[in-house]
């Protein structure tokens, strides 16, 4: 890693200029701080396309939709033929052809690949995005695409895809890659790295609770698993260093048809092009 550098929650590197930003506001505004934080929270940072995905890319149909519950706008991907469709949702600052690798083997399987960037991710317009927008694009695709028989998230995607299908979603399967847990855990490991005082976790979700309504927790992992009654694969690496593997054995907990897969030395993103993996996949699925 950098010495410029550390990792924010997900995995982003936060530039030590960022850091050193939100330490003086802490001194100066408690206010301040919050919001300054709530705005890199809800900033997702837009990557360029790797090689690996550019086939996906170019051999994919692209359209845009308009999602009316959170008046934006986002790119659908339709890739493959099938007369089968699954879902694929990517994670915070990814992008709808980030499991490629996935996809293309789903495609051989005969499925039609359905994915999006979310707003404010990849080709989608926008520079903020929470989970609730991630939620409400994959119902809106439900009713343009679907149905769709499976559903696959990574990371934050997997976690909209469990809150998903709690808001209805109905496939047959599902499953999660890395997905986070704790809604409070994921704001404060992002308060942590910004080296800030515990206490503005609290601040920044009463901040979110105020903004957007509701509670924060509700949109937990766990607590959407709860109500889940299709089987759900939870697949985590043990050495995630992003998205603690915890997480992973507290969803599979709660979850009345659960069923863990944990690998080793793969971390958060290698995760989701790893062979035995996508065989794992495979054989849950059909």
């Known amino acids: 890693m950098s010495k410029n550098k550390t990792k ?50 170019q051999n994919s149909q692209q359209y845009t939709l308009w999602v ?8 659908m991907y339709t890739y493959g033929s099938g007369a089968k469709k699954i879902l694929l949702v990517h994670g915070w600052s990814g992008r709808g052809t980030q499991l490629v690798k996935i996809a293309d083997e789903l495609i051989k399987k005969g499925f039609m ?41 990574h990371s934050l995607g997997g976690m909209s895809v469990l809150n998903a299908i709690q808001q209805k979603l ?33 601040h920044l979700k009463n901040h979110f609770e105020t903004k957007f309504g509701g509670k924060m927790d509700d949109y937990s992992a766990y607590k959407a698993a709860e109500n889940i009654n299709i089987p759900v694969l939870v697949i985590h690496d043990a050495d995630d260093a992003d998205v603690s593997v915890q997480s992973a054995y507290h969803i599979e907990k709660h979850l009345k048809e659960g069923e863990l897969f944990i690998t080793e030395g793969l971390g958060h993103r290698k995760i989701l092009g790893d062979d035995a993996v996508i065989e794992k996949i495979n054989s849950f699925l059909t």
């Open 170 to 202: 109905i496939v047959k399967k599902a499953i999660t890659i890395g997905s986070g847990d704790i809604i409070q855990d994921i704001i404060d490991d992002f308060i942590h790295k910004l080296k800030l005082k515990p206490i503005f976790g609290l």
């Open 113 to 153: 690949i359905i994915s999006f960037d979310a707003p404010a991710h990849g080709k989608s317009k926008g520079n903020f995005s929470i989970m609730t927008e991630f939620i409400a694009s994959i119902l809106e695709l439900e009713k343009i695409q679907g149905p769709f028989e499976y559903a696959i998230g």
């Open 68 to 75: 009316p519950a959170i008046h934006k706008e986002i790119v």
């Open 8 to 57: 924010a929650s997900g995995g982003q590197p936060i530039p030590k200029i960022i850091i050193g930003m939100a330490q003086f506001l802490q001194v100066v505004s408690p206010k301040l701080t919050t919001l300054f934080a709530a705005k890199l929270f809800t900033t997702p940072i837009k990557h360029k396309m790797p090689k690996r995905e550019l086939a996906m890319d």
